[in-house]
């Protein structure tokens, strides 16, 4: 069975910092992704990594959050500092068959169930 598992949400101060994990099973994929989404807004995203470690982020993250990869253990995490209010959403971990940059939720195959973060002011 081919799945997503994400871990390590939760509630920090602004200015704190998070780690997000994502673990996959059932198969090893291209082009990985974190993408979130906030109450009445649509899924957003945030960064992408190839298979071979390229990455692209959202401006809104950029230079404070930072994703990698361990494809012998099928991992995926996200460190992100510098936590801001806006980042409050919940966070998807995102696999794709495809390779590349990927940004569009529709190019993605696989999704996790979510993992809540909540920055507060």
């Known amino acids: 069975q081919v799945q997503l598992v994400e871990s390590g949400g939760g509630l920090v101060q602004a200015g704190g910092s998070l780690r997000l994990s994502c673990a996959a099973s059932?198969?090893?994929?291209?082009?990985m992704g974190w993408f979130r989404q906030a109450p009445g807004r649509e899924r957003e995203f945030v960064v992408c990594?190839?298979?071979?470690?390229?990455?692209y982020y959202a401006a809104s993250v950029k230079d404070r959050f930072t994703v990698s990869r361990d494809n012998a253990k099928n991992t995926m995490s996200l460190q992100m500092n510098s936590l801001k209010p806006e980042d409050t959403a919940v966070y998807y971990c995102?696999?794709?068959?495809?390779?590349?940059?990927?940004?569009?939720?529709?190019?993605?195959?696989?999704w996790g169930q979510g993992t809540q973060v909540t920055v507060s002011s």
């Open positions: 995102a696999a794709a068959r495809g390779a590349g940059y990927l940004w569009s939720p529709n190019e993605y195959n696989v």
């Open positions: 059932g198969r090893t994929f291209g082009t």
């Open positions: 990594i190839t298979w071979s470690g390229l990455t």
